[in-house]
């Protein structure tokens, strides 16, 4: 069974740093492109970065480019999202999601992406 674990949330000050991660199992990586998404009460779901299967190329949100950092180690089974210079309008709740078996670059777009983590909520504050 296919499965996706998110960890590393929590609450950090504006200006700080945190390195989500999500455990997958039940299928292989290498295979797959990965997606972080976020959420915050009232609104959708939105895309915040993806690695491809195939060259591990990625793509961003504009608001999050220069700062996140999505990278995978497929002999772990874990892609991570490292999250540097967070601001308060990075909180939300973190998904990170499974697009395949699928070659080429990864789209950051929910509806290709079939199966899901079940969140990590981030926090910025002071």
């Known amino acids: 069974q296919l499965q996706l674990v998110e960890s590393g949330g929590g609450l950090v000050q504006p200006g700080g740093s945190l390195r989500l991660s999500c455990a997958t199992s039940?299928?292989?990586?290498?295979?797959?492109?990965i997606g972080w998404f976020r959420q915050v009460p009232g609104k959708g779901r939105e895309g915040v970065s993806c690695?491809?299967?195939?060259?591990?190329?990625?793509d961003y949100a504009d608001s999050v480019k220069g700062r996140f950092t999505i990278s995978r180690d497929n002999v772990k089974n874990t892609v991570y999202l490292q999250m540097n210079s967070l601001k308060p309008e990075d909180t939300a709740v973190y998904y990170c999601?499974?697009?395949?078996?699928?070659?080429?670059?990864?789209?950051?777009?929910?509806?290709?992406?079939?199966?899901w983590g079940q969140g990590a909520q981030v926090t910025v504050s002071s």
């Open positions: 690695i491809s299967s195939s060259d591990g190329s990625t």
């Open positions: 999601a499974a697009d395949g078996p699928v070659q080429g670059v990864c789209v950051l777009e929910l509806r290709e992406y079939d199966w």
């Open positions: 039940g299928f292989t990586l290498d295979s797959y492109a």
